[in-house]
Each structure stands twice: as structure tokens, then as C-alpha cells.
Nanobody, 127 residues
Framework: QYQLVESGGGSVQPGGSLRLSCVAS????????IGWFRQAPGKEREGVSC????????NYADAVKGRVTISRDNAKNTVYLQMNSLNVEDTAIYYC????????????????????WGRGTQVTVSS
């Protein structure tokens, strides 16, 4: 059974940092591109950052560019999302998702292209 489990969320003050992790079980991430998405209360789910299967192509949403870094460690079957300089607009449930994709395919952050989803981890930024 393919499963993705997010962790690392929590409550932080504005300006703080969090590192989210997405661990895959039941399959190896070696053949999968990964995306991080988020959904704030009352808003639609949106792409945050996505990374290609080989890790050479990365996308960031404009809202997080310069503050967020996505990375992957296939040996640990894990993808990370390092988030710095958090602000209240970053408050949301963060989801990771996986899609089977050849290594050469560029990273895309279109939700419809992702087949497997985690249950999410809550990130709350408040003073």
C-alpha cells in the first residue's frame, strides 16, 4: 500500500522556521516526483514547491520563493520542505504528494498530476 506521511508541522511565531518531512512507505521515491501543497482555511489547495524525480528541477510558488527550500533524500525515502521567515499567510495544512515520472521530466505543481497524497500536517503561524 502506497503511503505518504507528513510531519514537522506546529505552531511558530512570525519569522520562525519549520522543516516538514514527507516519508514514503510501501514504495520507493526513486521513481516519483514530489510536490508540497497547502490549504489555508477557506481557500483552495495550492502548490508550494515541487521537485522532479531526479531532483534537478524544482518549482517554488511566488509566495514562498526565497523562504522555502525543497530537497529529497532517496536513501531515506524522504522529501523535506524547509520553511524560513514564516508569516501568518503561511498558516495552512501542508500536504505532500507523489507522481510517477521519468527522471528527465520537469517538476510540475499541478495537483491533478499527482496520484498519491498524504493526510497533511498543520502549520500555524501566529504571534
Amino acid at each position: 500500500q502506497y503511503q505518504l506521511v507528513e510531519s514537522g508541522g506546529g505552531s511558530v511565531q512570525p519569522g520562525g522556521s519549520l522543516r516538514l518531512s514527507c516519508v514514503a512507505s510501501g514504495f520507493t521515491l526513486d521513481y516519483f516526483a514530489i510536490g508540497w501543497f497547502r490549504q489555508a482555511p477557506g481557500k483552495e489547495r495550492e502548490g508550494v514547491s515541487c521537485i522532479s524525480t531526479n531532483g534537478r528541477s524544482i518549482n517554488y510558488a511566488d509566495a514562498v520563493k526565497g523562504r522555502v527550500t525543497i530537497s529529497r533524500d532517496n536513501a531515506k525515502n524522504t522529501v523535506y520542505l524547509q520553511m524560513n521567515s514564516l508569516n501568518v499567510e503561511d498558516t495552512a495544512i501542508y500536504y505532500c504528494a507523489a507522481r510517477l515520472a521519468p527522471p528527465s521530466v520537469r517538476a510540475v505543481c499541478e495537483m491533478s498530476k499527482y496520484d498519491y497524497w498524504g493526510r497533511g500536517t498543520q502549520v500555524t503561524v501566529s504571534s
